[in-house]
């Protein structure tokens, strides 16, 4: 399987929020959003890189976790690598690999962060839609095997080009910590 690179263009999101507003304005290149993407992540010591982030104790905002469900059974966090702007997973806060092994508790919860996400990404990003969905096994696409995730990205028409089928690499317009903040802003109140 080819690598797919990503490359961070944090500073056109100004650019591209207002290209869709009709307004067209220079777009600076601030450093900092230029500074590249997340370090990258230390061995995992449990053998799951997402056991290893819900334990690792740092904040939420490092993490870039969004939400936590009440009863700390699901959480949902961005992708470190996204697919899109936005690009959030749900996942059980248990190491649970399949499906059909999550508790009722755990389905229900992560029913409702999936509702809540999406109302989310709304909110925040107005896509023309929204892919929800989880990659069950290797074979499926899936990058984390061994414990459950679901996805959810906003999308837009056009939103694929070039780069993806040409250089194995995706432009994003902005950087986790901006998705981070549009998408807790926008998060629905329980």
Excluded at 107 to 130: C, F, N, Q, R
Excluded at 160 to 177: G, H
Aim: hydrophobic share 45%; with cysteine; proline share 6%.
């Amino acid at each position: 399987m080819a690598h797919l690179d990503h490359i961070w263009a944090g500073w056109r999101s100004e650019f591209v929020t207002g290209a869709a507003s009709g307004a067209h304005g220079g777009a600076g290149l601030p450093a900092a959003e230029l500074a590249g993407t997340p370090g990258a992540a230390a061995q995992a010591s449990s053998g799951c890189v997402f056991c290893d982030i819900l334990a690792s104790g740092l904040p939420d905002e490092e993490l870039n976790i969004v939400w936590r469900h009440p009863s700390a059974e699901v959480v949902v966090i961005l992708n470190a690598y996204p697919y899109t702007s936005g690009h959030l997973m749900a996942m059980p806060s248990r190491h649970v690999g399949e499906l059909e092994q999550l508790s009722p508790g755990e389905a229900s919860a992560m029913w409702e962060a999936m509702t809540l996400g999406v109302k989310a990404l709304k909110a925040a990003y107005d896509p023309g839609g929204i892919n929800i969905g989880a990659n069950l096994g290797r074979a499926a696409g899936a990058g984390v095997p061994g414990h459950f995730h679901m996805h959810m990205l906003p999308r837009w028409m056009g939103d694929t080009n070039f780069m993806t089928a040409v250089a194995d690499a995706r432009v994003l317009p902005e950087a986790l910590s901006e998705s981070r903040r549009k998408l807790l802003g926008a998060w629905p109140q329980l």
